[in-house]
């Protein structure tokens, strides 16, 4: 659905978001913006051109600029969005897509500023990942902030979301 946003002027844009509802651990991606409003990355859609998009939106410019995967991911954790990315694995041999895994990337300083809406969205995103089948999970899931190397404990991600102190929206 097509949902009125701001951006870095304080101006209206329209763009397409899916409610919390629609959300999957097996979705190509989303970034989850601190309003709580969910742009989704389609399968066939390239992750780093939609990322592009949105930004190019965001800080209203007038030349467009194409960044990729990495280079969009930082620059949205640096206005406090959390980046989800569901990437697929192929068996070369029998061209099979198997599952994957999905990664949270998540701004520097997510432990202060994660808001209602983006815990939502990640436990949301968390919980479609259990099977329906047995007590194990679709994908492996990872939690990463953008500039560090070590991948953040789920344990300590979990604490986070389920923290009573939130900030709001």
């Not at 002027?9 to 969910?38: C, H, N, Q, R, W």
């Not at 047995?134 to 404990?153: A, N, P």
Request: with cysteine.
């Amino acid at each position: 659905m097509e949902k009125i946003l701001k951006n870095v002027m304080d101006m209206d844009f329209k763009y397409d978001v899916v409610s919390i509802d629609e959300i999957s651990s097996l979705s190509a991606g989303y970034i989850i913006l601190p309003t709580g409003e969910i742009i989704e990355v389609k399968d066939d859609e390239d992750h780093a051109s939609k990322f592009s998009n949105y930004l190019n939106n965001y800080f209203c410019r007038k030349e467009l600029k194409y960044l990729d995967i990495l280079e969009a991911s930082r620059e949205l954790t640096n206005i406090n969005c959390i980046v989800y990315l569901g990437i697929r694995t192929e068996d070369i041999k029998t061209s099979l897509v198997g599952l994957g895994y999905g990664i949270f990337i998540l701004p520097n300083n997510y432990e202060e500023n994660i808001t209602i809406g983006q815990k939502n969205a990640c436990l949301k995103i968390i919980e479609s990942n259990k099977s329906l089948f047995g007590d194990y999970e679709k994908m492996d899931l990872q939690f990463q902030k953008i500039g560090e190397k070590e991948s953040i404990l789920r344990d300590e991600f979990m604490d986070i979301l389920q923290s009573k102190k939130n900030k709001s929206k």
